[in-house]
């Protein structure tokens, strides 16, 4: 079972330059969600999106960017990276029963991202 | 929206069990409580969730107090594997219908030999 993969698992930019984040999952979810986590710190959410077509801003969308074009992938992207963006990056998704939305968020293993 | 209050740091003897507290006194009657864990350098892994009543599961088990502004998570025979930061989060609706998770610093438990 994939569940959420993401892609590259470290990588370090220069300043100014820019990436993109990749997240699939493969379970069919239509929520889907960006994190990052600073040292020793929680996670907080950068943008998430609740079907293919539809995204949102959450808490620290500042200095990104992302789309959803299809239910499986949810790329985030970086376009003048900074050092204050060197974190790693979490992306998550999740399904729904019926009307009740209570199904739990499944993590991949994050990227690695340093600023340099 | 609900926060949680967990406290820093846990130790506990292999095979003992680990009882993780969490506050969560603001809670509205419509939302869960959801335990995640980290393990060093992984992504948040989902342990369980509940609502009202006690959950059990293969991992762990959950106990929400009956006025629902504390639980605590249970893991019944802890090992070695089990070190990891341990998080109590509120799931806090949004507007559209989404979601988002609210992570604090959560709980450190170090399992000891």
């Known amino acids: 079972n994939a569940g959420v993969t993401q892609t590259p698992k470290f990588r370090i930019l220069k300043i100014g330059q820019s990436m993109t984040l990749q997240c699939t999952q493969d379970?069919?979810?239509?929520?889907m969600y960006w994190y990052r986590q600073d040292p020793g710190m929680g996670l907080k959410l950068i943008y998430y999106s609740v079907g293919a077509g539809i995204t949102d801003k959450g808490e620290v969308p500042n200095g990104y960017n992302v789309s959803r074009s299809t239910t499986e992938d949810f790329p985030l992207r970086l376009e003048l990276a900074a050092p204050s963006q060197t974190s790693v990056y979490f992306c998550?998704?999740?399904?729904?029963?019926?009307?009740?939305?209570?199904?739990?968020?499944?993590f991949g293993d994050g990227t690695r991202l340093s600023i340099l | 929206d609900a926060k949680t209050t967990q406290p820093p740091s846990m130790d506990c003897a292999e095979g003992r069990a680990a009882n993780l507290p969490c506050n969560h006194s603001t809670i509205s009657g419509n939302e869960y409580v959801y335990w995640y864990r980290q393990i060093h350098s992984q992504g948040p892994q989902y342990i369980i969730h509940?609502?009202?009543n006690n959950e059990t599961n293969e991992m762990a088990s959950l106990i929400i107090t009956e006025d629902r502004k504390s639980s605590t998570l249970i893991l019944p025979h802890a090992t070695l594997r089990d070190t990891a930061v341990y998080y109590c989060i509120v799931r806090v609706s949004h507007q559209g219908g989404s979601e988002k998770l609210v992570f604090g610093k959560g709980t450190k438990l170090t399992v000891n030999p």
């Open positions: 509940g609502l009202k």
């Open positions: 379970m069919n979810h239509n929520y």
């Open positions: 998550a998704s999740r399904g729904r029963t019926g009307g009740v939305s209570n199904q739990p968020q499944h």
